[in-house]
């Protein structure tokens, strides 16, 4: 593409109440949003950054506002940018100028089926077993719940979940927060209540004794995983993988990194940083047919972007052009 203009800044957002996880809480959510403009059309799209990977706003826009314009697309992208946040918002930005151009959606540029609906997990923050439990009965009618665990006294916070939501299907996410012992001992409590699938149990580049230690319930890779390059590494530790467009570096490469998972014979989860219904809509065409879907950004937030995706019993539907697409 040429003659394209691009504009980075910095949007925050209110979530609806305190979220923790075992890395932190906050009240807040700090996006980059990236408009790229070919002078008729605009495309848009969101990343946020991650601390956890040495991201932060004011980084990651002046690594997008240093980008040459001449000849940008999503290939020379790719080999302009490192997989992170700021590459995703700017190849989101450039799918959705492709779509706006072309009159066609997104998923029709990617050779994609026409996407649905996904039931999509609802995030309970770490906090104390009687708060979680009457978080888990306030959410009881859905039908997926992923718990965040990750310190001490995990077992009493996801009983007391269960206690609230008997019949909700349940993920647990330790963002990284046990010790290989510490997950051998939980694992058997988790089987028996009916936790579905563990997500990083053990630090990045700290869980080879995945391999070593009985795997009873899927174990997702999430900050084990970023793009196609992560795979080798997993083999024999992980059953899931969790593909998240701030890691892959947008939706070209969660695409890529999805399709050589399951080649590979991993599962699939979709995943995504706190974010807005349009940082979601792109991350939804991954999702599609996967094990778990967990793009409820725009439900822990007081405020959105306009035309914002519909959540229903059917799930999260995917965006109208009007958002993104």
Excluded at 28 to 41: K, L, P, S, Y
Excluded at 201 to 227: F, I, M, N, Q, T
């Amino acid at each position: 593409m040429s003659g394209l203009s691009l504009t980075a800044r910095r949007d925050v957002f209110r979530l609806r109440e305190v979220f923790t996880i075992s890395r932190g809480s906050r009240t807040e959510q700090n996006v980059v949003t990236v408009e790229i403009t070919d002078g008729t059309h605009r495309g848009w799209g969101e990343c946020t950054p991650y601390a956890r990977y040495d991201e932060t706003v004011e980084g990651v826009i002046a690594e997008i506002e240093a980008l040459p314009m001449a000849g940008l697309d999503r290939v020379t992208l790719s080999a302009l940018m490192p997989a992170g946040a700021a590459r995703n918002a700017v190849d989101c930005a450039l799918w959705d100028l492709e779509a706006k151009r072309t009159g066609k959606r997104v998923w029709e540029l990617a050779g994609l089926a026409k996407p649905g609906p996904e039931i999509t997990a609802f995030t309970l923050s770490l906090g104390e077993p009687a708060s979680m439990r009457a978080k888990a009965a306030e959410n009881a009618f859905r039908p997926l719940l992923k718990i965040k665990l990750g310190g001490e006294g995990d077992m009493a916070r996801l009983e007391a979940v269960r206690e609230g939501a008997p019949r909700s299907r349940i993920v647990v996410d330790a963002n990284e927060g046990w010790t290989a012992e510490e997950y051998a001992e939980l694992a058997p409590a988790l089987l028996r209540l009916g936790v579905a699938m563990v997500e990083q149990p053990l630090p990045a580049g700290k869980d080879e004794a995945l391999a070593d230690v009985a795997r009873p319930l899927p174990v997702c890779a999430d900050e084990s995983c970023h793009d196609r390059a992560s795979l080798p590494a997993l083999k024999g530790r992980y059953d899931m993988i969790n593909i998240k467009l701030d890691k892959t570096g947008g939706l070209t490469e969660a695409l890529a990194l999805k399709a050589q998972a399951l080649a590979e014979g991993y599962q699939v989860m979709t995943g995504c940083m706190m974010g807005t219904s349009l940082a979601m809509a792109p991350a939804l065409l991954v999702a599609q047919g996967g094990a778990v879907t967990d793009l409820d950004g725009p439900l822990l937030l007081a405020e959105d972007r306009d035309a914002p995706l519909q959540f229903d019993a059917a799930g999260v539907h995917p965006s109208e052009p009007a958002l993104w697409g």
